[in-house]
């Protein structure tokens, strides 16, 4: 293993986003701890204000060597444990749904040999999703953390409530789209307002491939946003 370093946020998704911002590196390059007892989280706990810290240690991974660590790693899934994580999932998820006693659905699949998918349905659902799908992605940690209970082996999980991840990728693509135009044509560089890592990954994949225009992020934490400029 290599260097560990620990990072804080006011969600274990943020402060997973300011390490793998920081360190330069994507998920599947570090292996992750969130440094509390996740037996003591509740469903609700995700909308309070607390500092939680998160353990990352960089794999020694070659980068050429990664797509083949990652198709072993999803080769030693078993079938056991994927049953396992979703039946932990469901678990959750049966509690919190019984609670709120609203019009709220889910459905678990599996994607693929490691990768289990929770599509969460219903007029009172929205409230899952959060200011810019701050919630969403609280909910989808605290998902993958119940998953994993007691189980060595990596499982991904991808959650996602009434289609607003890809209605909010299209939004993102398009306002890159257009603040490129803005730029190209007034000749003047354009800060966006802060976004996550996630979003600002969206805006940077984007326009990767534009020739005229440059994009690069600046700030710390929850201020990092980012800046359209021509090249």
């Known amino acids: ?91 959750f998820l049966n509690e919190i749904t019984t609670k709120i006693g609203q019009d709220i659905n889910y459905k678990i699949t599996e994607e693929n040999g490691n990768t289990i998918s929770v599509v969460i349905k219903g007029e009172a659902s929205k409230f899952l999703i959060g200011y810019r799908g701050e919630v969403l992605n609280s909910l989808q940690t605290l998902l993958i953390a119940i998953a994993g209970k007691n189980i060595k082996e990596k499982i991904h999980i991808n959650v996602d409530v009434l289609n607003y991840r890809e209605k909010r990728k299209k939004v993102l693509e398009e306002l890159a789209q257009r603040i490129a135009n803005n730029v190209i044509r007034n ?31 600046i700030g710390e934490g929850e201020n990092r946003r980012i800046v359209i400029s021509l090249k």
């Open 1 to 91: 293993m290599g260097e560990t370093r620990i990072f804080e946020g006011k969600t274990s998704t943020e402060a997973i986003e300011k390490g793998l911002e920081q360190l330069k590196v994507l998920r599947k390059d570090v292996d992750i701890k969130i440094l509390e007892d996740e037996d003591k989280k509740s469903f609700f706990s995700i909308l309070s204000p607390r500092v939680v810290k998160v353990e990352m240690i960089l794999r020694d991974n070659k980068p050429e060597d990664t797509q083949k660590i990652v198709k072993k790693e999803e080769r030693e899934v078993s079938r056991e444990n994927i049953e396992k994580s979703k039946n932990q999932i469901e678990k």
């Open 187 to 217: 000749k003047k560089p354009v800060t966006l307002e802060p976004m996550t890592a996630y979003e600002r990954k969206i805006i940077h994949t984007k326009l990767q491939e534009n020739t005229k225009v440059k994009t690069e992020s």
